[in-house]
């Protein structure tokens, strides 16, 4: 099941669960989708990304069934940054073990350190 389905099946039983409830839902079935391999989601397209972001504003806004503020107030309210601000995170994260020698030997293969070999001033 995609994560849209799973929003519309949690708008359609929302009425009936209360704010707890949603929560454990909401983070459990849909943001998990995302939180699924962060680091292919970063290479997706734009389209792709406001796709995402649309769906977690709809969720947001089943979850807190509030029609009349914007995305960053949602977010806000659910104490909550944008899936690619996430994803942006779980990189920077990865490069700091890399640069540290704390990563798996695949994930050290993927960034290697590069020598400069021109001789620029601050060499």
């Known amino acids: 099941m995609k994560a849209s389905q799973k929003l519309g099946a949690l708008s359609r039983i929302s009425n009936y669960l209360n ?3 949603k ?9 998990s989708h ?14 792709s990304n406001n796709r995402i972001n649309r769906l977690h504003e709809r969720s947001l806004r089943v979850l807190y069934m509030d029609e009349d503020n ?3 107030s949602l977010l806000k309210m659910n104490r909550d940054i944008t899936i690619h601000h996430r994803n942006i995170q779980v990189l920077i994260l990865e490069v700091f073990k890399i640069k540290h020698g704390l990563a798996p ?6 960034l290697k350190k590069r020598t400069n070999i021109y001789n620029l001033r601050n060499f």
């Open 23 to 31: 929560s454990l839902i909401f983070n459990s079935m849909i943001k």
């Open 105 to 110: 030997p695949i994930m050290e293969s993927i």
């Open 19 to 21: 704010q707890s409830e």
């Open 34 to 47: 995302f939180n699924y391999c962060p680091l292919i989601w970063m290479f997706c397209s734009r389209t």
């Open 70 to 72: 914007d995305f960053s």
